[in-house]
């Protein structure tokens, strides 16, 4: 089992920053891919971002690509989403995923953290 926790959503008006963290309860397996998805209300979740725990390789849905960046801290089973020049239609609910397969079938979610861009 492992546990996934996110913390960092809020405010923010356009433009601005915000950086999300995921702890994890465990070290991921060398498999893993953590990833980040959002659902805004009304809509499907989507996929945002996503890291291989073992290699550091990223990547992005196109939506997001040059304004965001998904990196990871070892040590201490961390793994982050730098949301930069943010925009009205980022508002979501940003969750923390975990498994083998890029960009579906994870299997740890996270509670979620609401990120709300305002004009």
């Known amino acids: 089992q492992m546990q996934l926790v996110e913390s960092g959503g809020g405010l923010v008006q356009a433009g601005g920053s915000l950086r999300l963290s995921c702890a994890a309860s465990r070290r991921p397996y060398s498999s893993y891919v953590m990833a980040w998805l959002r659902q805004a209300p009304g809509k499907e979740r989507e996929f945002v971002a996503a890291i291989r725990w073992s290699s550091g390789r990223t990547y992005y849905a196109d939506s997001v690509k040059g304004r965001f960046t998904i990196s990871r801290d070892n040590a201490n089973n961390t793994v982050y989403l730098q949301m930069n020049s943010l925009k009205l239609e980022d508002t979501a609910v940003y969750y923390c995923?975990?498994?083998?397969?890029?960009?579906?079938?994870?299997?740890?979610w996270g509670q979620g953290t609401q990120v709300t861009v305002s004009s």
């Open positions: 995923a975990a498994g083998t397969n890029l960009y579906s079938d994870y299997f740890y």
